[in-house]
């Protein structure tokens, strides 16, 4: 007989709630388009689980998310039907029991009772006893046995897609922007440090917080670029810190604050008063640059086109700045009326799949072109709101090409603005590329792979 889910049968263990909070996350992954790193914090806060409990649901469900791919290549090797025809709850399920069995230090047995145990009381117990059934299967082999038996016969950018769970066209712009082929242990280190968990990174904005108030948090260290960033080492919860819950600082890798630092400091010709952020949401980047724009006497405009997005922008900035609500193709200033603008362009974020893992499974090849023709009237926008001798920072939150130097190349053709330098704007950071524009790699740098280039108007 088969049981309801939701339901476990009288006499048997309920599922342990971190798995349970794993499994409603990546349902919601799956099912509804939800965001991990939006969704895991209410869930967390919901089910009412702290401390080691916490971490725990939290690498359940991001590793499996970000090992995604390669547990679907072991589960098609152990179902007798395509995965596209298992329904997506078991799936769930399956993909949290290989994560367990292959990834981490759980014993097999306890692995696999574990993960029917949470079947049973989410799908039923019908389909728990096919999830027993495939597990024992996935459990014959350890990772390192499965990835040897699935590299056999695949190319060697179809294996380093499979060994460390990217996509293979996310693997081919990788080495397109590196300008590395399969043979690289580049391209091999950059796929394997997004499959890293990010250490937490707090910013100290300025005029409200200092450095030094963060650096007195237990396993707090100073970071190695930003002169505002300080890593909690030990990965506590910066909920808890109280400037950050103060707003005096706030959770920001290390990469959005050189984009950040380096719009503030890129040179430009004359006054230097007026500042914009075309696309600030959700502030993160709008609030350290109003603090730095307050530290000269000059004045930010951030713009979000999302309202529920600009609210998040008046919070961050906290009246420092003045927000607007407009697309920024057709913002609501004068032409030539800002001296310095940063535009940090909608993108793939294929530059942040350590803090967003399921993004390299929802993004396609086929959403590249309107997100770049976004980007192109984007940074034609900001240039033609920039006035002669300001300049324009251009970022994305990713490494593919379409999105970073062609847009730049088709701003060029414009004829109106110069490209400069921009990595002197990056305080020393080595590594960043040829210039004159900057790649930053988790790999290289530990930051997220943000692209910025500076134009300045003629």
Not at 32 to 38: F, K, R, W
Not at 198 to 205: D, I, M, N, S
Not at 254 to 260: I, K, M, P, R, W
Not at 274 to 281: E, K, M, N, V
Request: proline residues 7%.
């Amino acid at each position: 007989m088969s049981g309801n889910p939701g339901q476990p049968r009288r006499g048997r263990p309920r599922p342990d709630e971190p798995r349970l909070v794993a499994y409603a996350l990546l349902r919601a992954v799956a099912v509804e388009d939800a965001y991990a790193n939006l969704a895991l914090p209410a869930l967390l806060r919901e089910r009412g689980l702290y401390g080691r409990d916490a971490a725990f649901a939290t690498e359940l469900a991001y590793g499996t998310l970000r090992g995604q791919g390669t547990y679907d290549a072991v589960l098609a090797a152990c179902v007798d039907r395509p995965l596209a025809e298992v329904d997506v709850p078991v799936l769930v399920v399956l993909r949290l029991g290989v994560h367990q069995l292959l990834a981490l230090r759980v014993p097999t047995h306890a692995a696999v009772s574990a993960t029917v145990e949470l079947a049973r009381a989410v799908v039923g117990e019908g389909r728990a006893r096919f999830v027993n059934a495939v597990l024992r299967r996935v459990a014959e082999h350890d990772q390192a046995e499965w990835l040897d038996l699935l590299s056999r016969d695949r190319d060697a950018l179809d294996t380093l897609a499979l060994r460390h769970a990217h996509p293979r066209w996310v693997v081919e712009e990788i080495a397109r922007a590196l300008g590395v082929d399969a043979s690289d242990p580049e391209l091999a280190a950059a796929l394997a440090a997004d499959d890293v968990r990010p250490p937490v990174t707090l910013v100290a904005r300025p005029g409200r917080g200092a450095v030094e108030e963060l650096l007195d948090v237990d396993g707090a260290r100073a970071a190695g670029w930003s002169p505002y960033a300080v890593v909690l080492a030990s990965g506590g919860d910066p909920a808890l810190v109280p400037a950050v819950r103060a707003g005096r600082a706030a959770v920001q890798d290390e990469g959005s604050q050189l984009v950040a630092i380096a719009a503030a400091a890129v040179p430009l010709e004359g006054a230097d008063r007026r500042w914009l952020d075309l696309c600030a949401g959700p502030g993160g980047k709008a609030a350290l640059l109003a603090g730095l724009a307050g530290e000269r006497g000059a004045r930010l405009t951030a713009n979000e086109v999302q309202p529920h997005r600009a609210e998040l922008v008046r919070r961050a900035v906290a009246g420092r700045a003045e927000v607007t609500v407009a697309d920024g193709r057709a913002g609501p200033w004068d032409p030539a009326s800002f001296d310095r603008v940063l535009v940090d362009a909608p993108c793939t974020g294929l530059g942040a799949l350590r803090r967003r893992p399921e993004v390299r499974w929802r993004r396609r090849p086929e959403d590249v072109p309107a997100l770049a023709a976004l980007q192109r009237d984007l940074l034609a926008a900001a240039v033609d709101a920039v006035r002669p001798g300001g300049v324009v920072v251009y970022a994305t939150c990713s490494p593919v090409l379409a999105e970073t130097r062609e847009v730049v190349a088709d701003a060029l053709r414009r004829g109106d603005v110069e490209e400069l330098d921009v990595r002197p704007a990056l305080r020393g950071v080595p590594d960043v590329g040829d210039g004159p524009d900057a790649q930053l790699w988790p790999h290289r740098h530990g930051t997220d792979a943000m692209y910025l280039a500076a134009l300045r108007r003629r």
